[in-house]
């Protein structure tokens, strides 16, 4: 049994791997755990742990970088997602939003399932196709769900460790606050370098064991 590593962009991970000696790949198998970059977006995700997932890992691990919708969250600060929603999946009526559930579709809320104790800060996130950027839209999701962060795969990450009874876990750094577009506030660089340090010990951690 092993641990599944999953992100979205080898870029977000490229110091781990290095620091493994581990060569870029789509995936990647080692003795300890394997590695799977499965491009961005909730599609390529789904696609991809269809291909990869299965029942030989005790434990996913979904990092990457996320925007948080609350200021009190430092940019660079690392967080650990316990629940993740599909925000998008519903219908219109008119202004007013129809969720999944409320259609009676099922669920768009998935939880982490992992017992694992981090000593990271608990929050929920939602998943998008398309990232916030509008002042008014950012509103009605802030309204309608109180999400504390968004990104584009973790939801289909916690959706598909739930169909297999995976523990899954998900941890993101903050690269940016949810606002009205704008490029010159992000910290992508600190984001991915404060993501790395922290995966590389957790790494080291689960190796030992």
Excluded at 47 to 61: D, E, I, M, P, R
Excluded at 136 to 158: C, D, N, R, W
């Amino acid at each position: 049994m092993k641990l599944l590593l999953v992100a979205a962009t080898e870029a977000e991970i490229a110091a781990t791997l290095a620091y493994f000696n581990l060569k870029a790949s789509r995936f990647i198998e080692t003795d300890k755990f394997d590695v799977l970059i499965t491009g961005v977006g909730m599609v390529a995700t789904a696609f991809a742990l269809g291909q990869k997932l299965h029942h030989n890992y005790s434990l996913v691990l979904n990092v990457g970088i996320a925007g948080s919708f609350y200021k009190e969250i430092s940019l660079g600060e690392l967080v650990n997602i316990t629940q993740d929603t599909f925000a998008e999946l519903g219908a219109e009526d008119d202004e007013k939003f129809i969720s999944l559930p409320q259609l009676g579709f099922g669920k768009n809320e998935f939880s982490s399932l992992a017992n694992t104790k981090l000593t990271l800060r608990q929050v929920t996130g939602i998943t998008v196709n398309k990232v916030h950027g509008n002042a008014h839209s950012i509103e009605k999701t802030i309204a309608l769900y109180h999400p504390q962060t968004e990104s584009m795969e973790g939801a289909a990450v916690f959706y598909a460790c739930a169909e297999l009874g995976i523990p899954a876990l998900q941890v993101r750094s903050i690269s940016n606050y949810v606002e009205t577009r704008n490029r010159e506030n992000w910290q992508i660089a600190l984001a991915v370098k404060n993501l790395n340090n922290w995966l590389i010990g957790f790494l080291k951690t689960m190796n030992s064991k």
